[in-house]
């Protein structure tokens, strides 16, 4: 149940940039990491990219429309985080943000 209850915030971005391809970002909120992955649509399985550690559960997650800056909502610290996302989907962290509660939910307005 574990393992299901950590794939419940799942992303499927396309990036507009580089090489066509689409990947699939995780928050594993129980291991306190984001994975990504890359999806192969041909065979339909995914090949893990990237993973990173981070402070607090990852649990909700949004994209902005470019697709280039990841928010994730951190349970436990009571914070967003933002992360670049590089045409390989490597995730690089860009800051913090205390929100005095955890997120549930999370979503970006369309004017950025």
Do not use: W
Request: glycine share 8%; proline share 5%.
């Amino acid at each position: 149940m574990n393992f299901i209850t950590s794939l419940l915030t799942i992303l499927l971005i396309t990036p507009s940039f580089g090489k066509p391809s689409q990947f699939v970002i995780l928050s594993l909120g129980k291991d306190h990491e984001i994975a990504t992955y890359q999806l192969d649509p041909e065979k339909g399985s995914l090949l893990q990219q990237h993973r990173l550690a981070v402070i607090g559960k990852p649990s909700a997650m949004s994209v902005n429309k470019e697709q280039t800056r990841l928010y994730v909502a951190m349970k436990g610290t009571n914070s967003l985080a933002a992360f670049t996302i590089s045409d390989d989907a490597k995730l690089t962290p860009l800051g913090e943000s205390m929100i005095g509660a955890d997120a549930s939910f999370l979503s970006i307005h369309p004017s950025g």
